[in-house]
């Protein structure tokens, strides 16, 4: 393709808005626009990411630090959106809302008897443990939903030292929302004092952590009001026991043990189903230099940057064309920059575009019957004759 049929507007400054290296690279070399829209160079990369993509792997192949879980494959960046808990180790990754971590029961006690006490203001773990002199994992929370389909009651305990994560509770029961008020009081239960003793028609489900923990605090149904020792089997029993809480950073790691650290990340796809905007942030967060882009050649949106440098005698211009076609009917992939600039500021536009190999049309080595070739990330350049550009091209690649 041509230069100016793209109408590439490459930018001299870094935008403002650039939070991040690779970014501000696709902005300059435009791939993007400031505002994140894809421009047609970007375009072209995404064409070559999608005809590759029939390989599941095809992500391996491009030198990107991934980290994977079992379906989704994330690239870690700042200014990611998708947190994940990663265990450096054995490589562990999985979003942090449903990630698995190896749980710590507590040690084994006798149950004790269930006792009735006031606990003025104590309507959450911390204030009630702060008021009991108990630690958090010490007590149960309660929270409150109704099942989308149905519209059932459904009360759900995790350990008062957990963070429930909604996302495991849907994946187990489905689609929820929070329980009103009056769904609340319907079943018997106290906001801020709830418990799942004594419902009525409720779904209850509880985290895996709850019956292995005795003697747990938890809400009496009555504001203002406690229990102390109440345990899940006997005071009352949950329909559903699953694993529903979040892991955090520090937690042990489910299969090695280490402790988990989190990272923000951008998802690059999940299955077979790619974020090819997301990969071409992340080829560019990875593959690039002082001077612009540097792709890998099976991600860039050309192999070869092709240019002429404007002659006093001879017509550069037609001899880059010749190349140009011929190349082009080889299979090869060229972007020609066909514009009458300066040698200098084509220069920098290949490297800023970065296409794997340049090559350089210019009146000096013509005269010797000779083009240059520089493979973008050499430091030196390389004449071949002209007759022999499409078997070097074949050999360097
Ligand atoms: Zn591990």
């Not at 808990?85 to 562990?92: D, L, T």
Request: charged fraction near 25%.
């Amino acid at each position: 393709m041509k230069y100016q049929q793209l109408n590439i507007q490459t930018q001299r400054e870094f935008p403002n808005n650039a939070r991040t290296q690779g970014f501000g690279w696709l902005v300059r070399a435009g791939y993007l626009t400031r505002e994140n829209e894809i421009l047609p160079l970007g375009g072209q990369v995404i064409e070559r990411l999608q005809s590759l993509s029939s390989d599941p792997s095809f992500l391996t192949h491009f030198s990107l630090p991934l980290l994977s879980s079992d379906h989704e494959t994330f690239f870690p960046i700042s200014t990611g959106n998708v947190e994940i808990i990663h265990c450096e180790a054995c490589k562990y990754a999985e979003r942090r809302e449903l990630a698995n971590f190896k749980k710590t029961p507590f040690s084994q006690e006798a149950e004790l008897p269930i006792e009735k006490v006031l606990t003025p203001d104590c309507p959450t773990i911390e204030s009630l443990a702060n008021f009991l002199n108990l630690p958090r994992e010490k007590t149960a929370k309660a929270l409150m939903y109704t099942r989308t389909a149905g519209a059932q009651f459904v009360f759900v305990a995790v350990r008062g030292d957990m963070q429930l994560s909604e996302a495991k509770l849907k994946k187990v029961i489905g689609e929820v929302r929070l329980a009103t008020a009056e769904e609340i009081s319907k079943a018997g239960a106290a906001a801020g004092y709830a418990s799942p003793i004594g419902l009525k028609d409720a779904l209850i489900v509880v985290d895996d952590l709850i019956p292995q923990s005795p003697n747990l605090a938890a809400g009496a149904n009555e504001t203002g009001y406690h229990l102390l020792n109440t345990n899940c089997g006997r005071d009352y029993s949950a329909a559903i026991i699953a694993d529903l809480v979040e892991a955090a950073a520090g937690d042990p790691c489910p299969r090695c043990g280490c402790p988990f650290t989190t990272e923000s990340t951008v998802s690059l796809g999940v299955k077979r189903e790619f974020n090819f905007e997301n990969i071409l942030l992340a080829l560019a967060e990875t593959h690039h230099d002082e001077k612009g882009l540097a792709f890998p050649k099976s991600a860039a949106p050309f192999d070869v940057y092709l240019m002429h440098i404007t002659g006093k005698e001879s017509d550069t211009r037609t001899i880059a064309e010749e190349i140009y076609t011929a190349l082009s009917s080889a299979g090869v992939s060229v972007l020609f920059d066909d514009r009458d600039e300066r040698a200098g500021v084509k220069f920098n536009d290949a490297d800023l575009i970065g296409c794997p190999l340049r090559i350089t049309v210019g009146e000096k080595n013509l005269k010797e019957g000779m083009v240059e070739l520089k493979p973008r990330k050499a430091e030196k350049n390389m004449l071949v004759p002209l007759a022999d550009v499409i078997s070097k091209i074949r050999e360097t690649s």
